[in-house]
């Protein structure tokens, strides 16, 4: 990534494609190549991390295009992938919980200290109007496992018994992206306030994100990962009765989703702690609270 792309908005990189054509990559590549030597020729070592800060962070704001998002590995929710030596390669899994397995989930979670938060609701079709369905699923996970809790029937008042002194504490730090409306429904549906959250939407607007990247931009940018989005899933049945299952897809995103907050966090960390003098006050005070160890 280069302050070239940077510069470059999506509408203008598409028309250059459609004039250069087959010619446009090497275009590309070629204004890359001469920043780079400008780079080169400018850096010393009073201004080398100002110089790398710049460019770091530029790459991870930068929204990647279609075309570069197909060339990415695709993420992964049985493995931790790109995201520090430490956790790469650990596997994972994801468990519907029931009655039977709530105390487990519950046990497990609370022994964290960040988790990654999203949830799903049922889509409505009225353009221009507010999705007024319930939340159907919440979805919580650690590191290596991911809790769905399916908020139907006679699950809704057990699970959100469970649930509710842990969303509602400052002792777990939630971390999810775009949670703005998670809040509201959450509060609207089980009177749950979501407290000690990170939405890392806010963190980029922190490194200058002009708007909200959304998940599958930050994981491509972050973890140089393609995370699949699929609207036939997306507006998929998520409030079927618990008399049936959850489909696998439906299984994949929900967990994938809460699974790369997570990860895109963790990564982040890694990214930055070289440039920590250099974030802006407001980053360095929220991320002192993240989960770093």
């Known amino acids: 990534m280069s302050l070239f792309k940077f510069g470059l908005s999506p509408d203008k990189s598409a028309a250059i ?3 250069l054509g087959c010619d446009a990559d090497g275009y590309f590549e070629a204004m890359q190549a001469a920043e780079k030597a400008f780079f080169s020729s400018i850096t010393t070592a009073e201004n080398r991390l100002k110089l790398d800060w710049l460019q770091r962070r530029t790459s991870l704001i930068t929204r990647i295009d279609d075309r570069e998002l197909s060339r990415l590995a695709d993420f992964d929710v049985e493995r931790i992938q790109k995201v520090s030596a430490k956790l790469n390669g650990q ?9 039977d397995s709530l105390q487990a989930a519950i046990t497990d979670i609370e022994a964290q200290t960040c988790i990654g938060f999203d949830s799903e609701t049922a889509a409505t079709f009225d353009k221009g109007r507010r999705n007024p369905n319930p939340i159907s699923l919440i979805q ?14 006679e699950n809704i ?7 509710a002194p842990i969303l509602s504490s400052e002792a777990w730090l939630k971390v999810g992206i775009g949670l703005r409306s998670d809040l509201s ?6 009177d749950i306030g979501l407290v000690s959250i990170l939405d ?4 980029m607007n922190q490194l200058g994100a002009p708007k909200q990247l959304g998940t599958q931009q930050m994981a491509a940018t972050v973890l140089g990962l393609k995370l699949p989005k699929s609207k036939k899933v997306t507006l998929s049945n998520w ?9 696998e897809l439906q299984v994949q995103y929900a967990a994938a989703d ?8 963790h990564g982040l960390l890694e990214q930055l702690i070289p440039y920590q003098s250099l974030l802006p006050l407001s980053l360095q005070q929220r991320l002192g609270l993240s989960c770093q160890g």
Do not use: H
Not at 157 to 163: D, T
Not at 239 to 247: H, V, Y
């Open 17 to 19: 494609r459609r004039e």
């Open 91 to 99: 596997t994972r899994q994801v468990i519907v919980v029931t009655a």
């Open 140 to 153: 919580v996970s650690t590191q290596t496992t991911c809790y769905l809790f399916r908020m139907q029937g």
């Open 157 to 163: 008042n057990r699970f959100k018994a469970a649930l």
């Open 185 to 190: 429904a959450m509060q609207r549906d089980f």
């Open 200 to 203: 890392l939407n806010w963190v």
């Open 239 to 247: 409030a079927r009765p618990l008399t049936e299952p959850l489909s």
């Open 258 to 265: 809460a699974f790369v907050a997570l990860d895109i966090l």
